[in-house]
């Protein structure tokens, strides 16, 4: 069994508020899972620096703040390699508002895509019909902007679609790190016999 435990939104937004950054921490782990994808694995140096810049400071406020990113990256990397499929998401859980949550989702998925941008195997269009079709669902999702009434058939919606976006980043990554442990998944969720 894989030991996977990312920190929680909650703690990576009170570190983003304790080192002066408004910003969502759904939209750099979204960046992160998207160079994961894309194969780029950056080294805990290259990602501090990069959360850094993601929160526009010139260094982070201390130690326990490396710590926890450092958890993120590590874990998001276990995460994506889990053949139980645990990964998650680093959006805002059910403590916040549904719109609130649905806004880390398409921020999450506008950091996924803009890691995936300029990368060749994206542009040349070497992945699977499947994953093609998932990502411009990405970019479409990523373009919601309507408020969402907190009701039960949206929070229906929102879990069908997070789960998607989520399986999607797995299959992703499955796909495109060949020589990493494989996840055999579809993109509806369902690990497949």
């Known amino acids: 069994m894989t030991d996977y435990q990312q920190p929680s939104f909650a703690i990576i937004s009170d570190l983003f508020l304790r080192n002066g950054c408004l910003h969502s921490p759904a939209e750099l782990h979204g960046d992160l899972c998207g160079q994961l994808c894309a194969g780029r694995h950056p080294d805990l140096d290259a990602w501090l620096l990069q959360s850094a810049q993601f929160m526009e400071v010139d260094a982070l406020d201390s130690p326990d703040s490396k710590v926890e990113l450092a958890e993120v990256l590590e874990q998001t990397e276990i995460g994506l390699q889990d053949p139980e499929l645990g990964f998650d998401l680093l959006i805002a859980d059910e403590d ?89 998944t579809d993109v509806s969720g369902s690990a497949l016999q």
């Open 96 to 184: 916040y508002s549904l719109n609130e949550r649905m806004q880390t989702l398409l921020e999450w998925c506008e950091g996924f895509l803009s890691a995936l941008a300029d990368n060749q195997q994206f542009k040349d269009g070497s992945l699977s019909d499947e994953l093609k079709e998932a990502i411009q669902d990405l970019e479409q999702i990523a373009d919601i902007g309507e408020a969402l009434e907190d009701d039960e058939q949206n929070e229906q919606d929102f879990f069908a679609v997070s789960e998607y976006v989520r399986m999607t980043a797995m299959m992703l990554y499955t796909e495109c790190n060949p020589t990493q442990p494989q996840v055999d």
